[in-house]
């Protein structure tokens, strides 16, 4: 096992983990390289090229800005959203940046930020190549990354290795796959998220690991908050209309016994919530992606409001079982939808979901696979081709829909006695196959899809 649950769920910003996060995480790791070998001093120049989907789609996945983040020493679960804008604002109006938040140079965003629409590096889709130049025009360096899903990041020293580079912390329970990772629940009598626990002590203490559960709940929380508060439209040239505080109006003022979709109605709510402000640039929980980030909360929101006896426990339960299903999609295929399609992103989040959900609703191991296995199925070939290159639509609404898909998943499993024809290993290999089978217009270009067939405001 070389991923840990705090892999799987990181705060950062919106849009996008693979087009903000990742590049703003790829910029902000240069710029300590060239501050760690002593070069950033006698840094003139930088200059950033973003190629494949990064350069099809940067402009409405906010990767420009997260470059320019990213260059002046900001990570993006520490980043004012609120401030962030301001700030790209004035480096394009000035033409300089504080490298490293404290090595001021020339930069002209337009012009040292360059996007390739159609030229891609063999590696993965997206990537980037960042370059530092003394006063005398020479390379000091020229290093590569790349944005792999859920705002990880390779650099080229990954290139040719493993998709992720191994941790080689030692964990009580390693596992790879779903097969292993039930024969673990099995041999030593024990619930995924008790596996998962164990091999996170690895890394932190038990107090830890729960009050750094509990903290991206807290996060989750305060973001369902926040879009569920806020009207207006979204940025962008589609200018689509914020809809989660509306219908939270209408479900608060409702009187009278609720139909039996009430509770739906909440789950969608939710799920809408945190994707709007994902859209519109502010902090969310990556889970396991920011185009997915409205799927896990609205699930936990869901668990929150509606079951009995829902408590710290359920919530630390529910993540480190999600937390266990993401890193099988991270190790065997991609949360990637630059790389496989959507079907990575909103199909592993609704797995993770559906999983987290049985384990806290007394689901067996078996129920708890089954579950992640039908949150994936019924999501496979799912394309990804946003409108506009803005995490928009279908996005926002897709969140929604697999918000409910996840409960259903999990309330099925949990009817049945875990047997079922269809391994979760099987699904996730069969979402890996198909994304490699998948046009590369489908996979976050907006070349194809809905992104062609719906005329932009």
């Not at 996060?21 to 790829?26: D, L, N």
């Not at 973003?50 to 997260?66: K, P, Q």
């Not at 804008?85 to 490298?99: D, K, W």
Request: charged content about 20%; proline content about 4%; glycine content about 12%.
């Amino acid at each position: 096992m070389t991923i840990s649950v705090f892999d799987m769920f990181t705060v950062g910003i919106g849009p996008s983990s693979s087009h903000t996060v990742g590049p703003m995480r790829a910029a902000f790791l240069f710029t300590s390289r060239l501050a760690g070998s002593g070069d950033l001093d006698r840094t003139a120049s930088v200059r950033v090229e973003l190629f494949g989907s990064l350069g099809a789609t940067g402009h409405g996945h906010g990767s420009v800005a997260a470059v320019v983040l990213g260059l002046a020493g900001h990570e993006p679960h520490t980043v004012d959203p609120v401030a962030a804008e301001p700030l790209v604002r004035a480096v394009r109006e000035s033409g300089r940046i504080e490298l490293g938040g404290r090595h001021r140079i020339a930069f002209a965003t337009d012009d040292d930020v360059v996007l390739h629409r159609n030229e891609r590096l063999d590696f993965h889709p997206n990537g980037m190549v960042l370059h530092a130049f003394d006063a005398g025009g020479s390379v000091l360096d020229r290093r590569e990354y790349y944005s792999v899903g859920g705002g990880f990041v390779l650099d080229e020293d990954s290139v040719g290795g493993p998709a992720l580079v191994a941790d080689t912390t030692p964990v009580a329970y390693p596992f790879t796959t779903g097969d292993e990772l039930l024969g673990l629940t099995r041999t030593h009598g024990l619930p995924i998220s008790e596996i998962m626990l164990a091999n996170e002590l690895s890394w932190r203490t038990e107090e830890q690991v729960r009050e750094q559960l509990l903290h991206i709940w807290s996060v989750m929380r305060d973001c369902v908050e926040r879009g569920s508060s806020t009207g207006g439209v979204l940025p962008g040239g589609l200018r689509l209309r914020r809809r989660a505080a509306a219908l939270r109006e209408r479900l608060e003022a409702a009187t009278g016994a609720p139909d039996a979709l009430h509770a739906m109605e909440w789950v969608t709510l939710y799920a809408l919530a945190v994707n709007e402000e994902n859209a519109a640039g502010g902090r969310v929980v990556t889970a396991p992606t920011n185009g997915a980030a409205g799927i896990v909360p609205a699930v936990l929101h869901y668990a929150a409001r509606f079951l009995p006896a829902f408590d710290d426990d359920a919530v630390v339960r529910f993540l480190l079982t999600a937390g266990a299903v993401g890193v099988l999609f991270k190790e065997n295929a991609s949360i990637s939808g630059a790389e496989v399609g959507c079907q990575g992103e909103v199909g592993s989040a609704c797995a993770m979901a559906a999983a987290g959900l049985a384990e806290i609703i007394a689901g067996t191991p078996e129920q708890v696979e089954n579950a992640a296995e039908i949150g994936i199925e019924h999501n496979l070939g799912l394309t990804c081709d946003p409108v506009g290159g803005l995490v928009q639509i279908p996005c926002i609404e897709r969140n929604a829909v697999a918000s409910v898909t996840a409960i259903t998943a999990a309330r099925m499993a949990t009817h049945g006695d875990g047997m079922h024809h269809v391994s979760l290993d099987k699904a996730i290999k069969t979402m890996r196959e198909t994304g490699a089978d998948m046009k590369d217009k489908y996979k976050e270009t907006s070349r194809g899809g809905l992104a062609l067939n719906i005329v932009e405001c």
